[in-house]
């Protein structure tokens, strides 16, 4: 036998005297077939059967550990030199052509052992790198602990003790106490090993980028059938939460586990192979236990490895913290900062929401400790009523566990909230800055002595002279402390009028931006060009388009903007921050109209020149008609401003307001608040019809039309005196000195205004007619949820005024 230098680990065994098993494993044979081999002595020259079986069995005593005998050898294609990238195979044997049968059938099962030895040995060497992960390096630790203290004791303590000192010791007890002992744990341990190797081999083949494309792709369309229910989660069981789609190079953390969790559900039936799966799955899932309970306790990741279901996005390659909140991250930072990791999350967080509160639940733990400065929330009350997590969770025991963790962080939250925060009047605020709701001093101050700016063209000058103002007003309301909202707004007009905010956002654009069937509606053909040549506004500049020429007034650019303060910005975030200012403006527009027409009541009802009693018949009937369609104008925008703010804002908010009352902070519950204030807006923004862009057009059409009515009769004193010769001669010092009362053209000019009348009203009774078939088509036609009782009031109401 030859002997070769040969540089090798050796392991300190507990040996008896009689045992010199280690000193075969230290100087052995050589390795591949390549070698110099023992001549063998042939098999069909032995006659005694006993004889023949005794060389089989010590054979295959070395080949249980990986070496080759003298009838029982590697096969010729075996390479034991494993390059850093080279597949782990273990070797393959080839059995002496002339053994007995009997012996052969029993050899070539247990050779497979030989195979098994090699491959779960190289695969300890190989995976046992820290980049791999804790729970792959613990596998690894528990397949070394196997082959040392099982498998190695058996085959020196047992096996061969037994064949050394046992004459009758045969290949068939080999087999016997191999099978009863260790066999089935190295099958078993072979067998996830497999699973490990594919898994590594498939990663480093597939192309990564696209499977993390595809995997957006499934969430997008995943988030597209979202249907909402109590805790934000669809009817599958999968909530729309924000996750990482990229995939490891390497199998780490929950993919491991699962695959250990899959062999145990392959393995239900038998008991001894269930009983060792959960030891070994306990043992390799302790660093996945304390790092799902420091989540779960503290909102704190301890993952260096990228193993856990949770990920931290802002982390960089060195796996350090960059990014420092502020007040304009810190919403971006909770949206998106942690995210459940899509590669590795188990099969039993898939379940129901599990997924969703165990990221919610380290993410308003990590929020409580930021804004209240803690490291460690362990001994916070309410305090954790579970042990230390030893086992990972299956099941009702999981969904209990997670459920007492979710709590507790929303308890804590809760009372950051509702009692820190006063969260009940932060909205209560919101709400009366952004819809006016109760908020008289707004107008007194700031809105009707801004009616001369906010009838201009947007401009730098009116904004400057319209911030100044509004200034002014937040120093008038410095004396109320409670308020935090107020001080914080800041004014600015939008470039983009009300409209094009409306048709950006509306459902209609958003569906491919093709006009929608509502045009379709009876009344809608006969809308070709309902404001006539002599309504339109004249250019403002050869570079504006004709809409924003045309709805240039500053009104409808108002707009009023805040940064919403961490933490108060994760239930009011940027998207409920779009709909407020959205509401605000469409609300200041129809504040505005409304006060121009009652300020245009007091020109045709006080004024000493409309109420002139010597005009004449044809004269006082076309006051009677001014003031007729000025009712029909103040009737109609009155009624929108109305159905606005009361049968829509008001009925809405009341039940949001009692629940954030009675939302205390041991049922609090900050998804649901989430959601509740999202479904309130969004109420709102329905119910107002925002979210048809051609109804909010028509309507826009329609203040167009009062503000040129408004401005037509606010304009007509001069030539109200010009049409009656006691008026002329009254104010006829405000006249050059050659003009002359003219009956003649008092009557041409008579002719004109009714003319011009009659065109204001028919293209303001055309529209307002349209307006109502659309609200009816629009509530008919599923446009809005099912019972949405206000649109339908609106439809009603509006066919009523059209009599």
Request: net charge neutral; with cysteine.
């Amino acid at each position: 036998m030859e002997v070769r230098n040969n540089v090798e680990d050796v392991c300190f065994l507990e040996l008896t005297s009689e045992n010199e098993f280690l000193s075969r494993l230290v100087n052995f044979q050589p390795l591949t077939s390549t070698q110099i081999k023992v001549k063998s002595y042939p098999l069909e020259q032995i006659k005694n059967a006993r004889v023949q079986e005794a060389l089989v069995v010590r054979d295959l005593l070395n080949v249980l550990v990986g070496m080759e005998g003298v009838y029982i050898r590697y096969n010729n294609s075996y390479e034991p030199r494993l390059g850093p990238g080279d597949e782990i195979r273990g070797p393959d044997f080839k059995i002496a052509k002339n053994m007995d049968p009997s012996l052969k059938s029993f050899a070539k099962w247990m050779v497979k052992f030989g195979k098994i030895y090699v491959v779960l040995s190289c695969f300890s060497e190989r995976y046992n790198e820290p980049v791999y992960g804790s729970i792959l390096h613990r596998l690894c630790y528990e397949i070394r602990q196997f082959l040392a203290h099982d498998y190695m004791r058996f085959i020196v303590d047992v096996a061969e003790g037994e064949f050394r000192s046992n004459p009758s010791f045969s290949i068939r007890e080999l087999g016997q106490m191999l099978t009863k002992s260790c066999g089935y744990k190295a099958q078993l341990l072979y067998d996830i090993v497999q699973d490990v190797i594919r898994e590594m081999s498939r990663r480093a083949l597939m192309n990564r980028e696209e499977a993390d494309f595809h995997n957006f792709i499934q969430d997008l369309k995943k988030e597209k059938h979202y249907a909402p229910s109590a805790y934000g989660i669809d009817s599958s069981g999968i909530a729309p939460f924000l996750t990482d789609s990229r995939i490891n190079i390497h199998a780490r953390g929950g993919v491991i586990l699962q695959m250990v969790q899959d062999r145990l559900k392959g393995n239900w039936g038998n008991q001894r192979n269930v009983d060792f799966l959960q030891k070994l799955l306990s043992s390799i899932s302790s660093q996945y236990c304390v790092m799902l309970e420091t989540w779960l306790t503290n909102g704190s990741l301890s993952d260096p490895h990228d193993e856990f279901m949770v990920a931290d996005s802002m982390r960089s390659t060195s796996h350090q913290e960059i990014t420092t909140l502020n007040s304009l991250n810190s919403e971006r930072l909770w949206d998106t900062q942690h995210v459940i990791r899509r590669d590795g999350i188990m099969e039993q967080f898939k379940e129901k929401d599990i997924a969703f509160k165990v990221l919610m639940t380290g993410k308003l733990l990590n929020l409580f400790r930021q804004c209240c400065d803690f490291r460690d929330l362990t001994g916070v009350t309410p305090a954790n009523s579970y042990g230390p997590l030893r086992d990972l969770p299956q099941g009702t025991q999981l969904t209990l566990y997670v459920d007492a963790h979710y709590k507790r962080a929303n308890e804590l939250v809760g009372g950051l909230f509702c009692d820190g925060y006063n969260l009940a009047n932060r909205l209560g605020e919101f709400h009366q800055n952004f819809f006016f709701y109760n908020n008289p001093s707004f107008f007194r101050s700031f809105f009707n002595r801004s009616l001369i700016e906010l009838t201009k063209l947007r401009s730098d000058v009116v904004q400057e002279k319209l911030q100044r103002s509004f200034l002014d007003y937040q120093l008038s309301q410095e004396h109320r402390t409670s308020n935090i909202v107020l001080p914080l707004l800041n004014l600015k007009l939008d470039h983009r009028s009300f409209y094009r905010i409306v048709e950006q956002f509306s459902s209609e654009t958003a569906n491919g931006g093709n006009e929608p069937d509502l045009l379709q509606a009876q009344n809608f053909g006969n809308l070709r060009d309902m404001l006539l040549r002599d309504l339109e506004l004249q250019d403002l500049d050869s570079g504006t388009s004709a809409h924003d020429k045309k709805f240039g007034h500053t009104i409808h650019h108002l707009q009023f903007e805040i940064i919403v303060p961490f933490p108060l910005n994760t239930i009011i975030t940027k998207t409920c921050m779009v709909q407020y200012q959205m509401v605000q403006r469409y609300l200041g527009i129809l504040h505005y109209y409304n006060k121009i027409l009652q300020d245009t009541w007091f020109e045709l009802n006080k004024n000493r020149i409309w109420r002139h009693a010597g005009f004449s018949k044809d004269v006082k009937h076309w006051i009677r008609r001014c003031r007729t369609v000025h009712f029909r104008m103040t009737q109609f925008m009155k009624f929108v401003l109305e159905y606005t703010c009361q049968d829509v804002i008001h009925s809405s908010w009341a039940p949001l307001k009692s629940r954030m009352d009675k939302n205390a902070a041991s049922n609090f519950d900050l998804n649901a608040c989430q959601l509740a204030l999202q479904d309130f807006l969004t109420q709102i923004m329905a119910h107002s019809l925002l979210t048809n862009a051609s109804l909010v057009r028509l309507l826009i059409q329609i203040t167009d039309i009062v503000h040129r009515f408004c401005k037509f009769v606010t304009s007509l004193r001069k030539t109200l005196c010009m049409m009656d010769v006691r008026l002329f001669s009254y104010y006829q010092g405000q006249f050059s000195d050659d003009h002359q009362y003219d009956e003649a053209a008092a009557l041409r000019k008579l002719h004109e205004l009714q003319k011009y009348l009659g065109l204001i009203w028919d293209s303001f009774s055309q529209h307002r007619s349209a307006f109502a078939e659309g609200v009816s088509y629009y509530c008919n036609n599923g446009s809005v949820r099912s019972g949405a009782s206000p649109v339908i009031f609106m439809a009603e109401k509006l066919k009523f005024l059209e009599k």
